[in-house]
């Protein structure tokens, strides 16, 4: 069994490189991508400070997210591309920081605590597979150095899971 440590960094670079190596130590040998993201999921809740929520949504057809493994209250099933946070950050292929999603166009509200989120696209050999979101009851919780860390962390998922149709997306 893997066993989590409490992470000691004084600054965000040096806590995301923690994150990171405590991640590569829990996916580390394992390929299935349902079953790394919900290890994944539940390392980000019980590491970072500040959400309420941190899961995955995979691209099941061009046009919509399905809800993956997460952390936190109920969520919403379906997502369409282009649509709240998650559809866009598909949609434009970038991960999105929303300091207020109350100010965010469209923005779906599946917890009604949610003050801001950020959503980072999985990306395999220029394929959109889903993505990695946050959410956190406080405004303006996630900054660039999270983006950064969380682009990182979703990267190591990629690379250590196996996709196909079966598993975990549909290629975009």
Known sequence: MHEIRKIEAADRPGFYRELLAQAEGLLHGERDAIANAANLSALIYDAVADLNWAGFYFLKTPQELVLGPFQGKVACVR???????????VAERRSQIVADVHAFPGHIACDAASRSELVVPLILDGAVLGVL???SPNPGRFCEEDRDGFEALAALYVTASDFDER????RR
């Open 167 to 170: 598993s975990a997306s549909f």
């Open 79 to 89: 997502i369409a591309v282009g649509k709240g946070v998650c559809g866009s950050a």
């Open 133 to 135: 979101d946050l959410d």
